[in-house]
């Protein structure tokens, strides 16, 4: 799909899912991102407490909150923007 289908829509309840109706966050994408990738990578599940091991029971909020900023950076243009640029550097 490469259109909103909430752009579509007259009801202003979804406004915040329409092209433009959200503001990226992109440092902190990359931070939910390293927290994925070192809870998935270190030595333990995060059972043993300590302090710089994240706990797997974290993980469901991590991967949402990656979900919720990916789509605020898909739905805030930036990444249209970097796909252009891409586009016209070939």
Request: proline share 3%.
């Amino acid at each position: 799909m490469n259109s909103n289908p909430a752009n579509d829509l007259k009801d202003t309840m979804w406004h915040f899912l329409k092209d433009g109706g959200q503001k990226e966050n992109i440092p902190a994408l990359k931070e939910y991102v390293y927290d994925l990738i070192k809870a998935t990578t270190q030595k333990d599940a995060g059972q043993r407490g300590k302090a710089e091991n994240i706990p797997w029971s974290h993980l469901d909020m991590i991967m949402f909150s990656i979900v919720c900023e990916a789509t605020a950076l898909v739905l805030s243009g930036r990444l249209d923007e970097l796909e252009c640029r891409d586009d016209n550097e070939d």
